[in-house]
Each structure stands twice: as structure tokens, then as C-alpha cells.
């Protein structure tokens, strides 16, 4: 009996031995997830911190082109208006030289008939005073045959 004890004496310390290495085994492998956790619980920390400062230089770069686009749009919408103006503007001015050059063209053609009246007047005066010349001319022509030295 005394053997069969120290058999089985021998037997649980084999075992107890085995079941402390399993457990020493567990313990390690149990250290070494909770390092591996560790490190991905850190891992997953800085991608956290990674992505907020992402999303906020995304958010800041997002509103920067909004403003931006704002900013062309009016600009963009001003030349529109300006330009709007400016063909009004020069529908107007158009109109306004085709009036002046049309004013200009009826007064260049009052000025042409005034001109030609005025000529017309003057060679007709110029003709009938050439007329009492040329009849004096022949009146002293006469008396210079009549009486040549009379004059």
C-alpha cells in the first residue's frame, strides 16, 4: 500500500507539474494577448486620433472650397452684371450716334440746299448785274460811235 500511495503521490505531483507548466504555458500566452491588446487598443487610439485630425482637416478644407466657390460664384455673377451694363450701356451709346449721325446728315443736307440757294442767288445777282454792265457797255459803246471823244 505504501507503494501504491507513493505511486499515486508521484502520480499527482506529476500531474500537479504538468497542470503548473499548462498553467505557467496559459499564463505566458495570456501575457502575451494581453500585450498584443495592449498594443492594438494603442494602435486603434492613434488611427482614432489619426482620423479625427483628418475628418477636421477635411471639414477645414471642405469650408475653405465652399468660401472659395461662394467667393467665384459672386465674382462670377458681378462680371454677369457688368457685362449686362455694359451692353446696355452700349445699345444706348448705339442709338444715340445713329440719332447724331441722322441729325448731322439733315443738317449737312439743309447746309447743302442753303449753299446751293445762296449760290444760285449770288449768280443770279452776279448774272444781272454782269447784265447792267454789259448794258452800259453798249450804251457807252454807242455814244463812243456817235461821238468818240465825248466820254
Known sequence: ?????????????????KYRQQQEALSAQL???YEHRSRLERSLQK????????????????????????KEKNQHEDVKKQLLDLQLQQNSLKLEHRKTV???S???????????????GLQGERGGE???????????ARVWEREPFRL
Open 47 to 70: 488611427e482614432r486620433g489619426e482620423h479625427k485630425k483628418t475628418k477636421e482637416d477635411f471639414l477645414v478644407y471642405k469650408l475653405e472650397a465652399q468660401e472659395a466657390l461662394n
Open 130 to 140: 454782269l447784265g447792267r454792265w454789259e448794258q452800259k457797255a453798249r450804251r457807252m
Open 1 to 17: 500500500m505504501y507503494g501504491h500511495l507513493q505511486q499515486k503521490a508521484k502520480s499527482a505531483e506529476a500531474l500537479a507539474l
Open 102 to 104: 441722322e441729325t448731322h
Open 106 to 120: 439733315q443738317k449737312y443736307a439743309q447746309l447743302q440746299r442753303e449753299k446751293e440757294s445762296e449760290v444760285t
Open 31 to 33: 501575457q502575451v494577448v
